[in-house]
């Protein structure tokens, strides 16, 4: 069971996101969309997060001290470092899950978001709809409000992958956890492919999060954020904030590359992403210390932005 301070915490962030998502006006996760909470200082009609990537090198606790001394109030997981072992939320054992939750807790750390590379689908369809399912349970064990999935570059798995992610989808609004793909090259590199997928998979539980460094990254800088993110309006439930240098460089601040956030976040607003989680997804690399110094100034940057 979720602490009931951190459930509250979840619970706030999971109908926001839902209520974009296109959740509540289908019905679903009521008992979510309908709770009446009381606010908290960190209330706000953004999540402003940051996932544990830009401290691969430390261990779980370390990551989680620094995300909250820079002064976050979600984390994103993506591979943690647990006294038992180096583990991801999808092949986590219960020990490692309840770790991984309550550690999150005690540090008044909403957990955001995981990412996962997709459904193994590689043996077998079936193997891939049992993989993501499990994943879905573990997210609603640990409070995880959204799966951000990172598509596939290969064209001989790529109907099996989206099969897998639309058989869950019904499972995954059931549990009130959110499916979203971003650009991460290959088949998904752009907004135009991610729009394709989505309207075919054509469920409000499957959404999309935007990585405006990731299309850059991909294109090797020739597609303009700017340009490319009227494509994905009325889909965007969420970003992972990525910046980019050339010539192919995103382990940098937000604010200090080619990402014209300001001017980013005014498009996105106008396609209807007005509130939501940005996650902090890379920083400029460092000790412990420095990297938590600029993660404090991303959570600031970010702040500044939406203020």
């Known amino acids: 069971m979720l602490p009931t301070e951190y459930a509250l915490g ?69 591979a943690v470092k647990l006294p038992s072992g180096t583990v991801t939320l999808a092949d986590a054992n219960e020990a490692q899950l309840g770790a991984i939750r309550d550690e999150a807790a005690k540090r008044k750390l909403v957990i955001s978001v995981t990412y996962y590379g997709g459904p193994p689908v590689k043996n077998s369809l079936t193997e891939g709809i049992e993989g993501i399912r499990k994943l879905i349970s573990n997210c609603q064990q640990t409070g995880c409000a959204a799966i951000v999935l990172g598509g596939t570059a290969d064209e ?72 490319d993110v009227e494509s994905v309006a009325g889909l965007v439930t969420g970003m992972c904030v990525k910046d ?24 996105l607003k106008a396609g209807g992403f007005r509130s939501g989680p940005l996650v902090v997804e890379t920083l400029a690399p460092g000790d412990l210390a420095t990297t938590t110094a600029n993660a404090r100034a991303a959570r600031e940057f970010l702040e500044k932005l939406v203020s």
């Not at 706000?44 to 620094?66: H, N, V």
């Not at 240098?245 to 980013?264: I, M, Q, S, Y």
């Open 156 to 227: 001989s798995i790529k109907t099996a992958y989206y099969e897998a992610i639309a058989a869950v989808c019904d499972d995954a609004a059931e549990k009130n956890v959110m499916l979203v793909l971003k650009p991460h090259g290959g088949l998904n590199a752009t907004g135009p492919q991610c729009r394709e997928i989505i309207r075919k998979i054509d469920h409000p539980a499957f959404r999309l999060w935007y990585d405006p460094g990731n299309i850059l990254y991909y294109s090797e800088g020739a597609i303009d954020p700017l340009v």
């Open 244 to 267: 980019f240098v050339p010539p192919r460089d995103v382990a940098v601040n937000p604010g200090t590359g080619r990402v014209k956030f300001p001017e980013l976040m005014k498009r």
């Open 10 to 78: 979840r619970r706030r962030f999971v109908r926001q996101l839902g209520a974009l998502g296109g959740l509540a006006a289908a019905g679903l996760g009521p008992d979510l969309m309908a709770a009446d909470e009381p606010a908290t200082s960190r209330d706000s009609s953004w999540q402003i997060g940051c996932f544990t990537r830009p401290f691969s090198e430390f261990t779980y606790s370390e990551t989680l001290d620094a995300i909250a001394a820079a002064g976050f109030a979600s984390v994103g997981l993506m």
